[in-house]
């Protein structure tokens, strides 16, 4: 199928699924029958959906040994005392969150909720571009916490707001992507860049440990594509291929947009990661397929790299610079990691290209032995790489001086080889084949098509890299969530499972505990999925429970005590392990060493992104994002894609005036103290 038959496919839900179904043409036209397939055809999404896979039809499917095991792991007490001191809560899917007894999740702040002290209150019927200047964006993704006191109790939260899903946003419009975007006004898409960005807004803890918005506070921000002037900085900066009409100079951008996940710096500024930002371009040039035409673009190799133009949006209809025909170059202006200021809300946005352009998923920060700051970011693509950044210079207690720190710098890439070690392999032009002879003229196009040059520098194609979380002692963790292209004839070490469904997760020891090193140690933490089926290839600890495991590892975090937290997107696959996404502990050391045990669930038709915990353990912030909108074709007693009118679930509101709005939880536990202590 072509994109738009896939599209127009009924099968595809909504706009996500569509996309994903569309990555997951095979690249490899091998017609062979793998594992995968077989595994697909005998435990299809619909057959499990519609019954939830009852116990005769499981034990049909796989035989009664495997739900023995089953039920022997959902019994089981952990064999070790556990580093997650909470009772694990049930897996399941419905139309609300849950979490682990003791604890409280409460709603903070939905999309539409106001955060200037003059912002008008949110009117669902009566959206505008002006109004959502003033509000929360909408599909929080990254959260982060800049503590304002020494208590921690006032601070600012620091929020992504990755994308926007028309059909449950807007009144009486439905899917625009399968109808050529015909109802995409220039109102309408105004108010969907409006939405994208980001949001600084300040929440404060009462003395009873409930926490609130501070609407009105002095450092709120609004931050967004369509109004928010960036500078662009580092050595593609100013660069020719940067330039367009609107800026001839290439050293300044309006906005940012897909901002998956992010990070905060040792110094207490916000990384914003921009992902797919492939998906905002535009192009009239169709082929008889309905396929973008790149013939005559003078940059046509590198765009089909990056999938320039997704045209998953129509916003290049009614803004040029979004239309690759009259503005090629303004697709080179975006998939960098931009770092904002929170404590200046006056303060110009920095993107900065000596991190590289790629589908940057986030970017979690540390440091070297030296104090030299380091960056672990994931390009969240199938057969994409993991990369690190390291600084030249040292961390230090000199505010503006640490600005540079992201201008001047080392990029690498990574190879994981089957002897288990993982070399970090240097973005440096001039250096190996990165020269002009191979197409690299200069640092900046080594930046400009990081995926190029790591293709040249023999990096390892990864299992859609997300985010990689690093621990202080030299360790990381990075999350694979699935690669359902990648074919038996494709696998190798880091990335073993044909077809993978439901991701791994890799753990990485740099040399000396250094992660400045350029060489580590890596293996597998775990392979996810459901261990009690074989032919999914599971690894866990076996005392993980029937609750406990997961799919699709997307986003996590380390807490204060040195604990792995792994949050899940499945999309539209969580028809093929009947949860809903939630937030796992994951035992990264010691007698239970992958072991997981699941904390905190969505409503249906949700991811979970954040999570963040705040330097006391107390309180940990989560963002749901997109409820009800992926898979609910398959949720028992609904059946259809969720409309504006029709949702799946009307979370967290539960008003049947208002539709589903992506929120930001926060959890505290009962009575006070650590979580999970
Ligand atoms: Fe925006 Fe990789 O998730
Ligand atoms: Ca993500």
């Avoid at 535009?282 to 045209?311: I, K, N």
């Avoid at 699935?482 to 439901?502: I, M, V």
């Avoid at 890596?522 to 600890?541: F, N, Q, R, T, Y």
């Avoid at 590892?553 to 996404?581: E, F, H, I």
Wanted: aromatic share 10%; proline share 6%.
């Amino acid at each position: 199928m072509n994109r738009k038959q896939i599209i127009k496919d009924p099968q595809n839900g909504n706009k996500a699924e569509a996309f994903e179904a569309f990555d997951n043409i095979p690249a490899n036209p091998d017609p062979s029958r793998t594992l995968g397939d077989v595994i697909a055809a005998r435990y299809g999404r619909r057959a499990l959906l519609k019954g939830m896979l009852g116990t005769s039809a499981a034990a049909a499917l796989f035989g009664a040994s495997a739900l023995a095991a089953a039920r022997q792991a959902s019994a089981a007490t952990p064999t070790a005392p556990s580093r997650y001191a909470f009772d694990e809560l049930a897996s399941g899917i419905d139309e609300t969150h849950h979490v682990a007894r003791g604890y409280d999740a409460d709603v903070l702040l939905r999309w539409g909720d106001p955060v200037f002290a003059d912002a008008p209150d949110f009117d669902v019927m009566n959206q505008s571009a002006e109004a959502q200047l003033q509000q929360f964006g909408y599909n929080n993704d990254y959260v982060g916490f800049l503590p304002l006191n020494a208590e921690g109790s006032r601070g600012l939260l620091c929020v992504n707001h990755e994308y926007t899903n028309e059909e449950v946003m807007f009144p009486n419009l439905g899917r625009q992507d399968k109808a050529e975007f015909a109802g995409m006004t220039q109102e309408l898409v105004e108010i969907e860049m409006a939405a994208h960005g980001g949001t600084v807004v300040e929440v404060v803890r009462a003395p009873d440990g409930k926490w609130a918005v501070v609407r009105g506070g002095a450092l709120n921000r609004r931050i967004s594509p369509l109004t928010t002037a960036m500078v662009l900085d580092g050595p593609a900066a100013g660069h020719p291929r940067m330039q367009t009409s609107a800026d001839p100079g290439g050293f300044e951008v309006i906005g940012t947009l897909n901002n998956c996940a992010g990070g905060m710096t040792p110094w207490g500024t916000w990384l914003m990661a921009e992902e797919n930002f492939h998906g905002y371009f535009w192009t009239d040039r169709l082929d008889f397929d309905g396929e973008p035409d790149l013939a005559g673009q003078p940059e046509a190799a590198q765009m089909a790299r990056y999938g320039v133009p997704g045209m998953w949006y129509a916003w290049g209809k009614h803004h040029s610079r979004f239309n690759i025909d009259e503005n090629p170059n303004e697709a080179n202006r975006f998939g960098w990691v931009v770092e904002v200021d929170p404590m200046d809300p006056r303060s110009k946005p920095v993107k900065h290209t000596a991190l590289g352009r790629f589908a940057h998923e986030g970017a979690e920060t540390t440091l070297s032995k030296d104090g030299r700051l380091v960056i672990y970011m994931g390009d969240d693509a199938r057969f994409e790489y993991l990369y690190k950044y390291v600084s030249r210079g040292a961390v230090s207690e000199d505010r503006a001086a640490n600005a540079q720190l992201l201008s001047d710098g080392t990029l690498y890439a990574a190879r994981f080889e089957a002897d288990g070690t993982v070399h970090w392999l240097p973005l440096v032009h001039g250096q190996g084949p990165l020269t002009a002879e191979n197409g690299f003229a200069s640092q900046a196009d080594v930046l400009i098509d990081a995926r190029l040059a790591a293709d040249a520098l023999g990096a390892t194609p990864m299992d859609r890299p997300e985010d990689a979380t690093p621990r202080g002692d030299g360790t990381a963790y990075v999350m694979l969530t699935n690669n359902s292209r990648r074919k038996a004839g494709q696998t190798d070490a880091a990335n073993p499972r044909p077809e993978s469904r439901f991701g791994h997760i890799i753990e990485i020891k740099e040399d000396g505990g250094d992660h400045a090193a350029a060489r580590g140690q890596w293996s597998i933490l775990v392979k996810c999925g459901d261990p009690a089926i074989a032919e999914v290839g599971a690894e866990w600890h076996p005392d993980t429970s029937q609750h406990g495991w997961f799919g699709s590892p997307d986003n996590s975090a380390m807490d204060a005590d040195g604990r792995l937290w792994v949050a899940t997107d499945q999309g539209s696959n969580w028809g093929r392990t009947g949860k809903s996404d939630g937030l796992y502990g994951v035992e990264t050391g010691g007698a239970l060493r992958g072991h997981s045990k699941l904390f905190f669930r969505c409503p249906v038709g949700a991811e979970l992104c954040g999570p963040y915990f705040t330097p006391d353990g107390e309180t940990l912030f989560l963002a749901v994002q997109h409820p009800g909108t992926d898979g609910t074709k398959d949720l028992q007693g609904f059946g259809r894609a969720s409309t504006f009118e029709d949702p799946a679930t009307r979370w967290p509101d539960f008003d049947p005036q208002m539709p589903p709005r992506p929120s930001v939880v926060v959890v505290t536990r009962q009575g006070g103290g650590k979580i999970a202590s």
